[in-house]
């Protein structure tokens, strides 16, 4: 995960700082959708890495075997995951979220096995790679730090998306439309908001995203059946962490455990990822409502 | 209605529930009657032992407790890496005292991070239980030198039962030995949750301020069961070690404790027989489907677990109702006697 370039002490902080804000970005677009999921309807999506692993294989089956360019499939990949993200939604969770949380969280869970069982099935259990373009692979050194392209590539196209989100919920009625729901369903459906509506589409975007995310991280996530699983904590620690009342929460939290991941690989290869953990254990302990959420009422 | 009298009244009702029922024994009869009916099959039975004795840890925090917990292979991987440990390095080479060692071990883990279980709701619960799991196996991992890595613990070798019985490669010894440490462990699950302190959990379940309200120390009620049931699992996975002479982090893998939920809901929460019936089920559905494609079981736990969720899980476990009349219509103990609740309202 760390760029090859280490020269001296202080550019070398500076690559691994720039890996752990590219690793950071691809955590939150992959887990924005989770937060919002959690936020609205109270409802645990273990399975939200399921659709991660189905962008990160539509990119897969486009690049590799039809020969479609890269940055073509992105968002091609990103449809794909929202269509299938709307039409489980309809077609499944909608029965989900009214129960309690313990038959929230077998249910996902049986969504995630089905899918490491069916992607096993039809695309075979060994790690996949998605086939880049020439000028996407090395990378280049500005001021001796060494930037890798894909990454800078991976930090652009996260920004350009989480602005684009920012502004959607900030500016957009259907943005105040899901902050009203997110903050109080029962008002929000007493103005004549359609929750329900509003909750299929941020699903179906979520899982878009989460689509994105997975079709971008492949290179650097790995891409292999048991993604869902492995990743699942990294989701949920995001959201733990960020808490659910914002998309500022997550980002934050995002970016600390992306950096926080990188720089523990490289300073104490030896914890590894123990110190996550027990940070996501302590900061559920201390604040359940996430670290920067506000002091709401709910 | 006197208090003194209600209180004698209470303490009667209590002891009339205690006692054993004829379909209990009728089910222990045949558990006992398996060691010898089906000697060509006690090496599943014994898998079926041990995974009735893990669902049932999870049975004494969710069915009597309502803690949903989504870690419980913490507490089965510490008892089998305690009990591979023990015996590899012969500190205790006694395989019974070495599972007592090894329930305590999980017993003491539990008590730690019980106090980590005691605040938030459900999600939460679920997230720091997953959370503990997660944080064990990523030890167990790390310190290769102690555990073996990912290449497992090696090299383990079980010294006879009490110094008299060898574990053989039918597994009859294993089978007995861990169907005794069963029928021991689920004895003593009974008495706790027909004593006063498993009602007061069943109290907790239902309404935790209303249980602080009426005096029920919460909180030290909850650590204590907790507690318990680490130890049960603990005794699960020392006896899962001693019996195949090997461990490994599988042992602490997340599939292990959403396969635990899947059994006890297919048996059904709360009377504790549902963990041992839903462990019969799951491993002989296990036996036959893995036959098939072993690669991809998986599949089916998960269409089981969504066709559960979708269906309902209390229309599941109604398959267990005919079974619930015939044993409310064969009880020796005499007239049901009215429930306690239509009489304490005076």
New interface residues.
Partial sequence: MVGDGRAGDGTQMLTILFDGIAYGMLLFVLACGLAVTLGLMNFVNLAHGAFAMAGGYCTVILVNRWGMPFLAALPLAFLCTAVLGFAFERTLYVHVYRKSHLDQVLFTIGLVFMSIAAVDYVMGSSQMFVRLPGWLEGQFSVLGVGIGRYRLLIIVVCGLLTLMLQLILARTRFGSQLRAAVDDQRVARGLGINVGGVFALTFAFGSGLAGLGGALGAEILGLDPIFPLKYMIYFLIVVTVGGTSSITGPFLASLLLGIGDVAGKYYMPTLGAFVIYSIMILVLIWRPQGLFARGGAR | MSPHRLADEVGRRLATRARWHPMEVLFWGAVLASIYILPGRHLILTEIAILGLFALSLDLI?GYAGI?S?GQAAFFGVGAYVAGLLAKHGIITEPLLALIVSGLAATLLGFVTSF?VL??????R???T???A??LR??A??YAWLTGGADGLQGIEIKPLLGLYRFDMFGHTAYCYALGVLIVLFGLARRIVQSPFGLSLLSIKGNPLRAAAVGIPVNGRLVAIYSIAAGYAGAAGALLTQTTAFTSLAVLD?ERS?DL??VL?IGGTGYLYGGLLGAIVFKLMQDYLAALTP?????W??????????IG?ERITSWTRPIHALVARLDWRGRRSAPLAATDGR
Wanted: glycine share 6%.
């Fill in positions: 969710l949903v989504l980590l605040r938030g709701s459900d999600l939460t679920i997230m720091v997953l959370g503990v997660l944080v990523e030890i991992n790390r997340f959403a939920l899947l809901i690669q991809y079981w998986p599949f736990i998960g269409l089981l677990l969504v066709a559960i969720v979708l899980r």
